[in-house]
């Protein structure tokens, strides 16, 4: 057993790519095993939360499409970016033009966007077209002082028909052609982290984090000082600049510290789990079986034993 498993007291779980591919008629299918695990969680007395950086529906929506395809989940469980974001435009007077998925632009009801001082810019999907994106352009680049807040960096994700640019494509173009810096709202942000375990009220070496992206869930969450997981299901491949240890799941047991993580540091700080399926559920039973959530219920049997 991993000795500083027994101190975990929270999950933090990745949605897109670790409970379901988003995408098709249904709105996404699950992935083999994630609902029960999810059951698993909730019944061992650990604490969870869902941390997501989806962008492309409000809160109740998305949760709404979860609910449909059989997940134990409420909106009082979600961290999101678009809520975050709604409370930094309220604190610092900004009035966003919104590049967003016109599903989400409910989440803005009660922002005020007369006469935009910034730019709010999340995964758009069929609505980052060059006239959005200009005009998205034509506004920070008019600005004395441009702020352009990012719902997020992802490099891409995948759906059921395969992958998909996300908004950190387009997220760079505008910073380079408006030679800004990008605010980031959502993961890998330290502050959405701790958001998240603010509202679990574990702290940050009491907690693992549970994700596909290597950079966006597994670095994001060790800037934070937790620990965290990247499942080999979702976009995960087998190409080096997606994994940290060779055909593998891993398990990372080092904090990356303060400031920006690169992915050769992500790499270098991996420790193996000698799982050949690495899928949520099996991550979800090893956890179960090493932390102290559930000592009480432990019964004889059987132990996953990762080789760490």
């Known amino acids: 057993m991993a000795a500083w498993a027994r101190a975990v007291r929270g999950l933090l779980l990745d949605i897109s790519g670790v409970l379901y591919d988003s995408g098709g ?3 996404g299918v699950p992935i083999a095993g994630s609902a029960e695990a999810v ?14 950086n989806e962008t492309q529906a409000t809160r109740e929506k998305f949760v709404k499409k979860l609910q ?7 909106v009082a469980e979600v961290t999101a970016p678009a809520p975050a974001a709604c409370r930094l435009l309220k604190e610092r007077g900004l009035r966003p033009h919104l590049l967003v998925h016109d599903d989400l ?12 001082n910034c730019v709010v810019i999340g995964d758009a999907a069929e609505n980052f077209s060059y006239a959005n994106l200009n005009e998205a352009f034509r506004v920070l680049i008019g600005l004395e002082k441009p702020v352009l807040i990012s719902l997020g960096k992802g490099r891409y994700y995948k759906e059921t028909d395969g992958l998909k640019l996300d908004v950190g494509a387009y997220m760079k173009a505008l910073e380079y052609a408006c030679d800004v810096q990008a605010e980031v709202v959502g993961k890998p942000a330290k502050a959405f982290f701790e958001s998240a375990l603010a509202e679990m009220g574990v702290r940050p070496e009491q907690a693992i984090m549970i994700g596909d992206d290597i950079v966006s869930d597994v670095g994001g969450a060790q800037q934070c000082g937790m620990r965290a997981v990247q499942v080999r299901t979702g976009k995960y491949s087998s190409h080096p600049r997606d994994i940290a240890c060779d055909n593998t799941c891993v398990l ?54 990762p080789s760490i």
């Open 252 to 305: 990372y047991v080092l904090s990356l510290g303060a400031g920006d993580c690169s992915l050769q540091q992500v790499r270098t700080w991996g420790v193996r789990i000698g799982h050949s399926t690495a899928d949520l559920h099996l991550l979800v039973l090893w956890v179960l079986e090493n932390s102290l959530a559930s000592v009480g219920e432990k019964k004889k049997k059987k132990k996953i034993s």
């Open 25 to 27: 008629e249904g709105g």
């Open 68 to 74: 449909g395809l059989g997940f134990d989940i409420s």
């Open 39 to 52: 059951q698993r969680i909730k019944a061992s007395g650990l604490k969870l939360r869902f941390c997501t």
């Open 105 to 116: 632009v409910p989440e803005f009801a009660d922002i005020d966007k007369t006469n935009p």
